[in-house]
Nanobody
């Protein structure tokens, strides 16, 4: 069992930056692949990016590639999402998720544990 708590959301102007954190507690965070997803009002939850348990592999949605960076510090049981050059269309609730085994995945159904989410609002 892993508990996840996101933090770092807020209101930022277009072109600005935010860094989200996902703090984990419970079993062996370092053995889980983890990812970020987001959900805007009236839209389905969508993949943002993932990182492997070791931090050695990352992948991003085309919409955020080159602007967002995922990292993790297993010693601190924390994953991060650095968001630069933010756009109004990045406005959403951002969720972190953990996947206990198997392949890396961009599909939300493959993830076993979820945080409560943190709101990111980008004003134009």
């Amino acid at each position: 069992q892993v508990q996840l708590v996101e933090s770092g959301g807020g209101l930022v102007q277009a072109g600005g930056s935010l860094r989200l954190s996902c703090a984990a507690s419970g079993r062996a965070f370092s053995t889980y692949h983890t990812g970020w997803f987001r959900q805007a009002p009236g839209k389905e939850r969508e993949f943002v990016g993932y990182i492997s348990w070791s931090g050695g592999t990352t992948s991003y949605a085309d919409s955020v590639k080159g602007r967002f960076t995922i990292s993790r510090d297993n010693a601190k049981n924390t994953m991060y999402l650095q968001m630069n050059s933010l756009k109004p269309e990045d406005t959403a609730v951002y969720y972190c998720a953990a996947k206990s085994s198997g392949w890396l995945s961009a599909t939300s159904l493959r993830y076993d544990y979820w945080g409560q989410g943190t709101q990111v609002t980008v004003s134009s």
